[in-house]
């Protein structure tokens, strides 16, 4: 079956390291999306691809970066990590045709910056 | 531009009882709705969608929900809650193709 998966799962790190979450799907989708959850401020979009060689910001995009090479990852770098970006990171997939364009999401990144 | 506002950040329940978690959206253009269940430590998984044809939609898990133009509204409802539908439940639009916009969230409750 195909599926969507991030890795560590579980990550701490200190302030000012340079931190890489992987995402990797198998959909073959075109489009694929970071979000962060934090308390009282649902999903935010960091960063997303419409393809290879394709990314754009989103809506708290400072601090991030993410590159696309290939069609089945999407990898978020932290340039420098700060306590702020402590956060739960969830990446999703779309194929973007259709009728729909439902997300497909992974199971999360715990991240802690200390 | 487009926006989600779910009313009620906690919902609490008892088993047996309905479900009712409210949405409401502003888009400017006919939008995609969506709803999106998260359990304890897990992603977001697709509830059900609203693609512009029936308004009533059925979902998984007993869940439907129904879109309201004249009211901006995409309300989850389910007959009768179950200890297993405690999680929290996001409500998201697309107005702009690939786009979602989520709302912040309601946490259901399930008492028994």
């Known amino acids: 079956d195909a599926e969507i998966t991030q890795s560590p799962r579980h990550k701490i790190t200190e302030t000012g390291r340079q931190v890489t979450l992987a995402c990797h799907q198998t959909w073959n989708h075109n489009n694929m999306f970071w979000y962060r959850q934090d308390l009282g401020h649902g999903l935010r979009l960091i960063h997303y691809s419409y393809g290879v060689q394709d990314t754009n910001k989103g809506e708290v995009s400072d601090g991030y970066s993410v590159s696309r090479s290939n069609t089945e990852d999407l990898p978020l770098t932290l340039e420098s990590a700060a306590s702020s970006q402590t956060s739960v990171y969830f990446c999703?997939?779309?194929?973007?045709?259709?009728?729909?364009?439902?997300?497909?999401f992974g199971p999360g990144t715990r991240l802690t910056v200390t | 531009a487009q926006s989600v506002t779910q009313l009620g950040s906690h919902v609490s329940v008892s088993e047996g009882a309905l479900v009712l978690l409210r949405c409401n959206y502003s888009s400017s253009v006919p939008p995609y709705l969506f709803w999106y269940v998260q359990y304890p430590n897990q992603g977001l998984q697709l509830l059900l969608k609203y693609t512009s044809a029936a308004t009533l939609v059925k979902g998984i898990n007993g869940f439907e929900a129904e879109f309201k133009k004249s009211e901006t509204s995409f309300h989850l409802t389910k007959p009768s809650a179950h200890m297993s539908d405690a999680a929290e439940y996001f409500c998201?639009?697309?107005?702009?193709?690939?786009?979602?916009?989520f709302g912040g969230g309601t946490r259901l409750m399930v008492k028994p």
């Open positions: 999703a997939s779309s194929d973007g045709t259709g009728a729909s364009y439902e997300q497909y």
């Open positions: 998201a639009v697309s107005a702009l193709g690939n786009m979602l916009t």
